[in-house]
């Protein structure tokens, strides 16, 4: 790894049966000691496909981290609660999705 470079992590996800939940890359650089650097998190866009679709996620890690000595990626299914605002503050009702599933390819 090279320091204050730019990288781009990018891949292909598939989702199937979501209806509520969604799938999302997240990249972030690490410091030598693998702790995570402040700052340094980069999410893509939060996706669903349908028909059999393919779609190109991807996260651009800008190179401002002098000390960033490797990248972290995670590849997840997150459910409403986790990526929407509430809308009724403490007891806000969240639908979830148990059943669906996301494949993620080519991930580079």
């Known amino acids: ?16 049966d979501l209806h509520h939940a969604r799938a999302v890359m997240i990249a972030r ?7 995570p650097i402040a ?33 972290q990626v995670d590849l997840e299914i997150l459910q409403p609660e986790q990526f929407r605002v509430p809308q009724l503050a403490e007891h806000q009702v969240w639908p979830s999705d148990y059943s669906g599933q996301v494949w993620f390819d080519d991930v580079s």
């Open 1 to 16: 790894m090279f320091p204050q470079t730019e990288y781009i992590v990018s891949g292909q996800v598939h989702t199937k």
């Open 29 to 35: 650089f690490l410091d030598r000691a693998n702790a």
């Open 39 to 71: 700052g340094s998190e980069v999410t893509s866009d939060l996706v669903v496909t349908s028909g059999g679709e393919w779609r190109t996620v991807s996260c651009v890690l800008p190179g401002l981290y002098e000390n960033a000595a490797y990248v």
